[in-house]
């Protein structure tokens, strides 16, 4: 059987894996060789940005410098991107994903396995109080989903310097399948049977970042940002313990885990926003506009997601980091209290 892959999204993070798979699957022959990439369509210079993708094959806008594979084929029109794919890739911001969800039921293959490579949750009403992004995917298409998260900032990805990832499967087959699309020399994949610890690790480790940013804005050191990782991590492997027992010690340790906690509060774009925020006094929703050029500040609004539901179940005083977090990015907290409150 050949497998067609189909790439959903094409921002800063979706370019540089378009990039990966676009070349990996000229590498098999049970891949199509074609590479659709559905790209949300705007303006750019007076210019569609698929047809500068497809001509240029460059996404000038969100990862410029990267030239990307000739088989990786931008289109505007989500369907059509995705109606003969039996491998579907997921790479935009969490909040989309239940609209895309909605516009593909019923319109995709019958054989189609989803991976999700979004860091966030989607805020529900049910017993945990949100949903996991693979389990929307499943729940919302009748597909299997796997989860790719690590310590991957785009750019680099992009520049092929060595780095690893995580791919947290369900089906073992699935997991090795995807691992064929994205496996590089430089991009190193381990493959896990724990998409939900793998997941939870992907969307957590956000929040940390911003109490990174904000630690290098107060300019208090790398002692005090090596305790708020420790803490953050310690949180983070708390909460996913509390709402599923079953995840597994040993993904914390995977590059999805302590290697991205890390990565994400040295560098990346919730870092660098949340120290401007210390910098500057600007809000985040002001700093998002000005520093991140149409990409969406995920630590933010997932810091205001998991306050919600630890609110709800009286648990904020558990989880005292990243409720602090939460309440200086939307209470107008001071900065300082990062290390005050915790």
């Known amino acids: 059987m050949t497998e067609k892959v189909a790439l959903?999204?094409?921002g800063?993070?979706?370019s540089a894996v378009a990039k990966i798979v676009?070349?990996?699957v000229k590498k098999f022959d049970h891949f199509d060789k074609e590479v659709k990439m559905w790209v949300f369509e705007?303006?750019?210079d007076g210019k569609n940005l698929t047809e500068i993708i497809n001509s240029k094959h460059e996404n000038v806008k969100y990862l410029p410098g990267i030239k990307l594979p000739e088989n990786v084929v931008a289109c505007p029109d989500l369907i059509k991107t995705c109606e003969d794919a039996t491998m579907l890739v997921f790479v935009v911001p969490h909040q989309f994903v239940s609209s895309i969800c909605r516009q593909l039921k019923g319109k995709i293959s019958h054989n189609c396995k989803a991976i999700s490579l979004i860091k966030g949750v989607d805020v529900e009403e049910n017993d945990n109080g949100f949903q996991l992004i693979t389990d929307m995917i499943q729940d919302s298409l009748g597909v299997r989903a796997c989860i790719l998260s690590g310590a991957n900032i785009a750019t680099?990805?992009?520049e092929e310097r060595f780095c690893e990832t995580t791919i947290g499967y369900r089906n073992k087959a699935d997991g090795e399948l995807f691992k064929e699309i994205f496996n590089t020399p430089t991009f190193r994949v381990n493959i896990v049977e724990d998409v939900v610890g793998v997941e939870l690790c992907g969307a957590l480790k956000n929040i940390i970042a911003i109490g990174g940013g904000l630690v290098d804005g107060l300019k208090l050191g790398d002692n005090t940002k090596a305790a708020i990782i420790r803490i953050g991590l310690y949180e983070m492997r708390k909460f996913a313990k509390m709402f599923y027992a079953d995840v597994k010690d040993e993904t914390f340790f995977e590059s999805c885990g302590?290697?991205?906690l890390v990565t994400t509060c040295a560098g990346g774009r919730n870092r660098k926003v949340a120290e401007a925020h210390v910098t500057t006094g600007k809000s985040f929703d002001q700093l998002e506009k000005e520093m991140l050029g149409g990409q969406?500040?995920?630590g933010t609004s997932t810091a205001k997601d998991m306050y919600g539901i630890?609110?709800?179940k009286g648990l904020c005083h558990e989880f005292p980091l990243m409720t602090t977090i939460y309440r200086i990015c939307y209470e107008d907290l001071p900065p300082i209290r990062i290390v005050e409150d915790i």
């Open 156 to 158: 680099e990805v992009a």
């Open 258 to 260: 302590v290697a991205d």
């Open 42 to 44: 705007e303006q750019v």
């Open 12 to 14: 800063n993070w979706g």
């Open 22 to 24: 676009g070349g990996n």
């Open 8 to 10: 959903i999204g094409s």
């Open 310 to 312: 630890l609110s709800k």
């Open 296 to 298: 969406k500040l995920q």
